[in-house]
């Protein structure tokens, strides 16, 4: 973490940056303005730094709880009025980990906790602490999105609190990095995949997980860039996506952007999925980042080919103002939206995903319309799970959105994802069947790269189009695919899905496929969403223990609705 002074306009120069910088200050004065409102204004500032310590006598084991505690850690005494209300707290010990997190003009104990955090009050956590110490029973996990005085200066800081009462005091640890945790773990930012950062425009501090220094190639003792700094090393095409993707976040509506930045002789390519932080009556105080590489995935498609390039770039701004959660997964694989009809074909996904959160499988779809009229329809795993396979998940997924608009027949699309799956630099395999729909030709044409084969429903009856499968993903560098053809009828369905619908273990797979052709007809009269989401139901077991996605291709208008029973 590190402070900077906080974006100003800057220098005469290019107007591009020159707006960026301009946006940025005139964000930064307004969100200091509500911080100083929301901290009580001048009075409560001025009683901050001037109310001297409260005379205290520390318990002899005070100093030696805190210091025991990795985390920031203050042991407070309850300041009662004279009918034994609780009306404060004051600290009697502080350790040093709390000191870095919190730095204060004085460091006497005695402070007042409700005088030197005016925020402690109405934020709840005075009352939180004085339940604690009612009642005996511990708070624990309880997140705080803090506005902390410092040093007479607004600061906001997203802190999990956990407090404890021990002989008539409060114990309260600070956890700032546990909810940010959550979302990205350290091995990841280790191998240079992913970073996240936060910035504060009222104050000018940034906050960079090691991952982004990596990203960034920056010595860890390095202040962190702010983002009028990130502006300027952009290559001058990509400075007008940066300023209108921050006036969406600065308006409080996340955005996803790939930017080329120049950080040394190399131009890297980097994908930004920025989020707003605000107060929930305030303006945005803050931008929070999840950032990665992908320079590797731009190279892997053929040394950035020109023409899918460019239709990579169109394509994501196309998809900018989709949301982006705090996880990769949902950044990976956004909602499919029920029932979408390009060119007479309905389409309809049921994703489900385990429902266990210790592992992240690596299944993904993606329906891309193309210029050309064609559709494209394609469905995958990577193999494993956990952080590998949500790499390999992006590589193929993001490969094939791109290499898609070159125009390229459906077995060199799929022998592409089986170079991309070879040279990421990570073990595994994927498997995945790529389609592609001609309606000038009323033609499917697909390709199984060591998929589950799709499934044809025509006139009720419901069976497997196993003509041919190919070689898993990532098995061998050069690999050639066939493709199948399906003259596709007014009515049929075609059916994909990945192995977690019908894969059960101590059970052998065709008694799997078996299940779904059944359940396939039993229900063939209902409409594309209705189907997908009826036959996952009724095969999915009870816990689920992996993803699970089902995609449904019909031409012609879709079935009515069937009414309930």
């Known amino acids: 973490m590190a402070h900077a002074a906080p974006d100003t306009p800057a220098p005469p120069g290019p107007p591009e940056l020159t707006a960026i910088h301009a946006l940025l200050a005139r964000q930064a004065r307004q969100a200091l303005r509500h911080s100083f409102?929301?901290?009580?204004?001048?009075?409560?500032?001025?009683?901050?730094?001037?109310?001297?310590?409260?005379?205290?006598?520390?318990?002899?084991?005070?100093?030696?709880?805190?210091?025991?505690?990795?985390?920031?850690?203050?042991?407070?005494?309850?300041?009662?009025?004279?009918s034994g209300q609780v009306v404060d707290f004051v600290d009697v010990a502080v350790?040093?980990?709390?000191?870095?997190?919190?730095?204060?003009?004085?460091?006497?104990?005695?402070?007042?906790?409700?005088?030197?955090?005016?925020?402690?009050?109405?934020?709840?956590?005075?009352?939180?602490?004085?339940?604690?110490?009612?009642?005996?029973?511990?708070?624990?996990?309880?997140?705080?999105?803090?506005?902390?005085?410092?040093?007479?200066?607004?600061?906001?800081?997203?802190?999990?609190?956990t407090a404890t009462h021990y002989r008539d005091h409060v114990v309260l640890t600070f956890d700032e990095s546990a909810r940010r945790h959550e979302l990205i773990s350290d091995r990841v930012q280790e191998q240079g995949l992913i970073g996240w950062g936060e910035w504060e425009l009222s104050s000018g501090r940034c906050d960079w997980s090691p991952g982004l220094y990596v990203i960034f190639d920056l010595p860890l003792d390095t202040p962190p860039l702010t983002l009028g700094d990130l502006a300027g090393h952009l290559v001058p095409e990509d400075r007008t996506a940066f300023r209108v993707a921050l006036e969406h976040v600065l308006s409080g509506i996340p955005m996803e952007q790939d930017l080329r930045l120049r950080l040394t002789e190399q131009v890297r390519h980097i994908r930004f999925l920025l989020e707003p932080r605000r107060s929930p009556t305030g303006p945005v105080w803050g931008v929070q980042a999840l950032v990665?590489?992908?320079?590797?995935?731009?190279?892997?498609?053929?040394?950035?080919?020109?023409?899918?390039?460019?239709?990579?770039?169109?394509?994501?701004?196309?998809?900018?103002?989709?949301?982006?959660?705090?996880?990769?997964?949902?950044?990976?694989?956004?909602s499919h939206p029920p029932e979408t009809t390009v060119q007479g074909m309905t389409s309809a996904v049921a994703y489900r995903p385990a429902e266990t959160h210790s592992s992240i499988g690596g299944d993904w779809y993606n329906v891309s319309p193309l210029p050309d009229g064609r559709v494209l329809y394609a469905l995958g795993d990577a193999a494993?799970?956990?952080?590998d396979a949500v790499a390999r998940m992006a590589a193929l997924r993001g490969g094939l959105a791109g290499l898609a608009y070159t125009g390229q027949p459906v077995e060199a699309l799929a022998a592409w994802l089986n170079r991309i799956t070879c040279d990421n630099g990570m073990d595994g395999t994927a498997t995945a069947v790529v389609c592609r729909y001609h309606p000038d030709r009323e033609l499917l044409r697909w390709v199984c790269a060591g998929h589950l084969p799709p499934?044809?429903?025509r006139d009720g009856t419901a069976r497997l189009l196993d003509e041919h499968t190919g070689l898993l993903l990532g098995v061998l560098p050069e690999v050639t695919y066939t493709a199948c053809e399906l003259p596709f009828r007014e009515g049929d369905t075609v059916l994909l899905c990945t192995d977690g619908l019908v894969e059960r273990r101590d059970e052998d797979i065709t008694e799997g496929l078996t299940a779904l052709l059944r359940a396939v007809e039993r229900h063939a009269d209902l409409s594309p969403q209705q189907l997908v989401d009826t036959v996952s139901a009724e095969l999915l077991p009870t816990p689920q223990e992996d993803d699970s996605c089902l995609m449904?291709?019909?031409?012609?208008?879709?079935?009515a609705p069937q009414p309930a029973p």
């Open 37 to 82: 409102q929301l901290l009580g204004g001048d009075a409560a500032r001025e009683a901050a730094l001037t109310t001297p310590p409260v005379p205290v006598t520390p318990p002899p084991w005070a100093q030696a709880v805190a210091d025991a505690a990795a985390e920031p850690t203050v042991v407070f005494a309850p300041v009662r009025d004279a």
């Open 95 to 161: 350790n040093l980990a709390a000191r870095a997190l919190a730095p204060r003009v004085r460091q006497e104990r005695g402070q007042l906790l409700t005088v030197t955090q005016p925020s402690a009050a109405p934020s709840g956590i005075f009352a939180a602490m004085r339940q604690v110490l009612d009642t005996g029973e511990p708070l624990t996990g309880r997140d705080w999105d803090a506005t902390l005085l410092i040093e007479g200066a607004p600061l906001h800081r997203r802190l999990r609190l």
């Open 292 to 334: 990665q590489d992908v320079s590797k995935s731009y190279r892997s498609r053929f040394q950035l080919d020109a023409a899918v390039h460019t239709a990579e770039r169109r394509k994501q701004r196309a998809s900018a103002e989709a949301r982006v959660a705090a996880r990769l997964r949902e950044a990976v694989l956004p």
């Open 384 to 387: 494993g799970h956990g952080l």
């Open 455 to 457: 499934v044809l429903l």
């Open 552 to 559: 449904a291709l019909r031409r012609g208008n879709p079935a």
